[in-house]
């Protein structure tokens, strides 16, 4: 079970679990030595990145997010057009200055090390972290989990049950679909009420609205903001951004052919404006992921374009139906592309979406459920092979892919009255048991697929 701010995070392209986690990790480890009072004889902090962090990390920005992180920026505390200038005066100067003045020495080539053959038991994201005082003694040494969606966890949470023991004070206990079906229908309610009860357990439901309302504003102006830029993303594959052309041939096109292909049209230009502007080290919202951040804000953008009479309070009610599919995959499962290949990214954000447009275009609650399997059931095996380790082929027009079949599986369980064969829980299972028998190269390591199948030029 997740709450809205666990779910739909402020993050830094291109990767919530390679570099909004690692980030995370790294910022934690300061404040541990912080609150041990170790700070001050620190003279040098190694950091070891092992399995799918040291094999793609360097694609998906991991070594400046950990930089970042060191220095004590959190994802939501930096602005994207800063993250040069400070990895740059890092790399410059050789030296990082941890939180709030202790300067230590850098080295890239022996203070971040790729352990690419390394892969620690808990999760494949796993990295260390050693401080040394003055005389190279060790003083201390962490390891943290990147779980995917921008969860990171120590040694010691990762051992202990941390979805049962976070949320053990909400007042309704949803480990299911099932639970989640039969919650709301014995309260009477849709999943989005629902939800909104939990929530409301620990805010008051008008701060629940407005960061609700903010959630979409961000995630708006990311598309904004992906639409307004041209060029190719960095990385060095040279992928032109495309986002801001097509958006221009839509605003200009209005041919009966560009009618009628406008809808399809309009959902690639908004999911592709998002994960552009991730590949290209933006900031975006996690949904749940990074990776897979582009489709619930087209279909979001669908709803408001499309659906007579969409409104404000439509949204919230599809980021809360959201949220407790996802929250349903994470506890169930995973969102981590890592752990279970993209299935567990844009898949689940396709079951997301798919269960909040249905929630707003007046489906029940089966109806709702069935719309998140069926968003699931067609993306099950679905694999994690980035070109280069970059999240860019692919992830951007994957995006696209994710959103429009949102839209047909919301549509398709609209068709039904929610009575429906395979139920959401068992295709939950099926994509956990299907990521756990996935080979690791098809698992954010580029090992395999079209990562080794096309030639980077
Ligand atoms: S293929 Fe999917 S899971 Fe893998 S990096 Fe791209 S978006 Fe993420």
Partial sequence: MLTIAELFKTGLGPSSSHTTGPMKAAFRFVQYLTENDMLAGVARIETQLFGSLALTGIGHHTPRAV????????????????VDQVVTAIADSGFITLPPAQKIAFSRAHDLL???????????NAMMFLAFDADRNELTRRIYYSIGGGFVLDEVEAGRNQQTEAHADLPFQITSAADLLFLANQQGVSIAELVMMNECS????????AQLDSIWQQMSACIDHGISRTGVLPG?????????????????????AAVKAERSDWLNLWAMAVNEENASGGRVITAPTNGAAGVLPAVIKYYLSFVENADPAGV??????????????KRNASISGAEVGCQGEVGVACSMAAAGLAAILGGSNEQIENAAEIGMEHNLGMTCDPIGGLVQI???ERNAFGAAMAVQAAR???????????????????????????????????????????VEC
């Fill in 67 to 82: 930089l970042l992180g060191l220095s004590g920026f959190e994802p939501h505390t930096i602005q994207p057009a800063q």
């Fill in 316 to 329: 919230r009610t599809f980021l809360l139906t959201a949220t407790a599919i996802g929250g349903l995959y």
């Fill in 236 to 256: 060095g594959l040279d992928v032109p951004r495309r986002a801001a052309d097509l958006a221009r041939r839509l605003n200009n096109d209005s041919s009966d």
């Fill in 412 to 454: 398709l369980a609209m068709l039904g009255d929610g009575t429906h064969f395979v139920s959401l829980d068992k295709v939950i299972q099926t994509m956990r048991e299907t990521g756990r028998d996935m080979s690791r190269k098809y698992k954010e390591t580029s090992e395999g697929g079209l990562a080794v199948n096309v």
């Fill in 202 to 209: 620990k805010a008051k439901q008008v701060e629940i609205e």
């Fill in 114 to 124: 790729f352990e690419t053959g390394v892969h620690l038991p808990y999760h494949s």
């Fill in 394 to 396: 692919p992830c951007i």
